[in-house]
């Protein structure tokens, strides 16, 4: 034998499968080394012996098939492709096999043979550990969906009765009363108002969560969103005794306005509260093509090992679950949800002690030249308010509400005439064709809007009334309303003094033209 013979030779005899060579009848008449190992037998009993000495009897019928389908057809392939082959030791246990065939001369065929237990139970396993993975997502999806459909009815729900409680509060402050009296009162006040914002931060989450939020991108400069949150927030800041300083920038960005407003208000609500003494700084910057605006504080600082966790709902640093303290834990998952909903990144750095900042990046837009006003919020002018006068249209279906608004307005100065649909506020405007204002909810029963209502009472007295509309929904959805002088809108739930303020400026306005 020469040395590439002897190659050869180990070739075959050393492989790491079990070879075979085995004529057309089925008999051995070669088998490696491995076959010992593979199928437990000493070579010596089973070359020249059939090769259905090493299948399980069942499978024997078969093999002699695909024994004769490749010697009508011999070429190079894998045995019996798409059914499980399986072989037999010698001790008659069975195991999973692949088997490749290759013609020789003469009709003779050799079979390499492989185990392939291992790689069975190992996709046994991928499959098991898939089908657990896709299981415990659909009940997590399952849970998820029922949790948001029991967060979007409970909160929905429970807003009529708060605005109600909120109204007769109002009124209740308005009644001559006893020192202690207005103690008490004052309390309930603060209660009143932790409760809304915790309903309105369960609205928004169950709002962006329900996919009803729709974001309507515009251009629009920073500068203008800066000023807005920088009036909003200066007094908040400026009784802690920190600095807001907003900085100045030319930039603009392409995004939903009211949704990122209200992005960042959560993050300048958060570093003003999370930072007893310093500076909290507003600023835009230029980042590649993009741009990126910065909250940063002065203030606590978050811990490196929880900052994985303050996106998540109800996680408060240093607080265990159902435990209170000043929020909910919700701010900055509403910032995250808001920010997944607009595309946009958010990242936080933070040292414990030194103070947070805040990073969200924005895509940037070509300056725009703002040609409306910033629209400043109404300033509170309730202590110039004088007694009363005025005849208001209400027109809200829940009645409890109705009864609350109409005690509030009357107490006030005001005379009410309340309706509970469209149809009834029609009626009610031919009845009292000297209306002043209207005041309308804004989703009615039957699909009617209080947009309906005020068209329509309008239409009928051919006057253009001063109208408040009072809704729930974001002011993205609201912003869709036709540009009306003398319409405005009330967010739910009312704030008495929010809707006293809004009735004096209408009529104020009103009267004056
Ligand atoms: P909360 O209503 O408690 O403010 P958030 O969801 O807004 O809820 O924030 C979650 C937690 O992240 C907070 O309880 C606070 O511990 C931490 N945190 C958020 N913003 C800051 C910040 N600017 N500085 C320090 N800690 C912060």
Do not use: W
């Not at 909250?295 to 209170?324: L, S």
């Amino acid at each position: 034998m020469t040395f590439h013979q002897q190659l050869l030779a180990d070739l075959v005899e050393f492989a790491p499968d079990a070879m075979l060579i085995v004529d057309a009848s089925g008999q051995i008449l070669y088998a490696n080394q491995r076959v010992t190992h593979v199928f437990g037998y000493e070579r010596e009993d089973i070359v020249n012996r059939s090769v259905d000495l090493l299948l399980p009897d069942r499978l024997r019928t078969r093999h002699a098939h695909h024994r004769r389908n490749f010697a009508q057809d011999p070429r190079t392939r894998p045995m019996g492709a798409g059914f499980e082959l399986l072989g037999r030791r010698m001790d008659g246990s069975e195991f999973p096999l692949e088997i490749s065939l290759s013609p020789l001369r003469d009709g003779l065929a050799a079979a390499a043979i492989r185990d392939v237990t291992d790689r069975k139970r190992v996709e046994q396993e991928l499959i098991h550990a898939r089908e657990a993975a896709d299981q415990a997502r659909e009940e997590a999806d399952r849970a998820n969906l029922s949790k948001s459909r029991f967060l979007a009815t409970a909160s929905h729900d429970l807003r009529q009765p708060l605005q109600a409680l909120s109204m007769l509060h109002g009124t209740l402050c308005r009644v001559d009363m006893h020192p202690n009296g207005r103690e008490v009162l004052a309390q309930q006040g603060l209660a009143i108002d932790a409760m809304k914002r915790l309903l309105s931060a369960l609205l928004d989450i169950s709002k962006l969560e329900s996919g009803a939020v729709n974001p309507q991108p515009s251009q629009f400069p920073v500068r203008q969103l800066f000023e807005l949150l920088s009036t909003e927030f200066s007094t908040a800041a400026r009784s802690k005794g920190l600095a807001l300083v907003v900085e100045q920038t030319d930039l603009s960005t392409c995004t939903d306005q009211s949704l990122l407003e209200q992005l960042l208000r959560n993050l300048i609500s958060n570093a003003i509260k999370y930072t007893r003494a310093g500076t909290v700084t507003l600023r835009a910057t230029p980042l590649g093509s993009g741009m990126q605006i910065e909250i940063c504080d002065t203030g606590v600082g978050i811990p490196a090992d929880q900052q994985a966790y303050i996106f998540d709902e109800f996680f408060q640093v240093g607080v265990a679950r159902n435990t209170t303290r000043e929020g909910y834990g919700l701010g900055l998952a509403i910032v995250q949800r808001i920010a997944k909903l607009l595309g946009l990144r958010i990242h936080v750095q933070s040292e414990v002690g030194k103070g947070s900042t805040f990073t969200l990046q924005l895509p940037r837009a070509e300056a725009v030249k703002s040609d409306c006003p910033v629209d400043t919020p109404a300033s509170g002018n309730h202590l110039t308010r004088h007694a009363q006068s005025g005849k208001i249209l209400v027109t809200e279906d829940e009645p409890s509400v109705l009864r609350a608004t109409r005690l509030l307005l009357e107490l006030e100065g005001y005379q009410v005439i309340p309706a509970s649909s469209r149809e009834e506020a029609l009626l009610r405007g031919r009845e009292h064709p000297d209306i002043d204002l209207l005041v309308s909810d804004y989703h009615l029963k039957e699909d009617q809007t209080g947009l309906n209502v005020i068209s329509g009472v309008r239409e009928q007295l051919a006057r253009n009334i001063p109208a408040i509309l009072v809704t729930g929904d974001t002011s993205s959805a609201m912003r869709k309303l036709p540009a009306d002088r003398q319409l405005r809108l009330a967010s739910k739930p009312v704030d008495a003094e929010e809707l006293l303020t809004l009735i004096g400026e209408l009529l104020n306005t009103h009267r004056a033209t």
